[in-house]
């Protein structure tokens, strides 16, 4: 039985050389055994070199797409931004590392007031940018480190991770007033920004579930107690 060494992928180039070369001197040694088979064994083998080629080629492209997939899966369409099922990864991972290394951060649910309004008065490409608007808001004022995310509709949430509670809540308390103090202008028209906050602190003993409960039932509490005005329409005026 021979043992062929030959270039991968394919023999094309051994092909080439036993045509043009018929005195097996000119061949490197190390390719004797190989142009001593019979043609249509080397054909075979060379078949199924590129069999082999391109066989990897479509795994390394099938990877690629599920990782792509895998990405598009954790994102928001709409804004870029972590969806539901990526913010509750982060929020697991974040747990994990808690309970390792004995950190603690906080948990910050944000629903908009007064959102519907704008879709019905704008329609829902005003609606989406008014979210999108909102996306870029966050996204300036919160670390590298964090966590951001659109939980759908009009919630968002802010994962703080591994840092002092006072100062994680000293900084969400700060961009709630930052928020509520802000517009957007939407299809030539100023948008007061308003948003109802809640802040659940976690550390190594907490569950997924329970800071995300306290998060909502803070968030929800401050909704009530802000009772958003139902004249926010009339609110919007034109731009100069």
């Known amino acids: 039985m021979y043992h062929a060494t030959v270039p991968t992928p394919g023999m094309g180039a051994l092909t080439d050389i036993v045509t043009r070369n018929k005195d097996a001197s000119f061949v490197p040694k190390v390719m004797q055994p190989a142009l001593a088979m019979p043609k249509e064994t080397r054909e075979l083998i060379e078949r199924a070199l590129n069999y082999a080629a391109e066989a990897q080629q479509t795994i390394s492209e099938q990877r690629s797409r599920i990782a792509q997939l895998e990405t598009l899966s954790m994102t928001d369409e709409l804004t870029g931004l972590l969806n539901r099922r990526g ?6 991972r974040a ?8 950190e603690q951060g906080l948990l910050v649910a944000i629903d908009l007031d007064g959102f519907k309004p ?25 670390r590298t480190t964090d966590y951001l995310a ?24 700060e961009l ?11 299809n030539h028209s100023h948008i007061p920004l308003k948003a109802s906050f809640g802040i659940a602190p976690y550390d190594s003993d907490a569950s997924a579930e329970q800071v995300m409960h306290m998060a909502d039932v803070a968030m929800y509490h401050d909704k009530r107690r802000r009772a958003a005005s139902p ?3 009339r609110q919007f005026h034109a731009a100069e």
């Open 150 to 173: 659109r939980m759908g509709g009009d919630e968002f949430a802010i994962l703080m991770v591994n840092g002092e509670l006072a100062p994680a809540r000293h900084r969400a308390i």
């Open 231 to 233: 004249t926010l329409v």
């Open 87 to 92: 913010f509750s990864n982060a929020l697991d």
């Open 176 to 186: 709630k007033a930052e928020l509520n103090a802000a517009t957007a202008r939407i």
């Open 118 to 142: 704008v879709n019905d008065t704008y329609g829902h490409a005003a609606g989406d940018a008014l979210l999108q608007h909102v996306s870029d808001f966050l996204s300036a004022r919160v």
């Open 95 to 102: 747990l994990g590392n808690a309970r390792r290394h004995n």
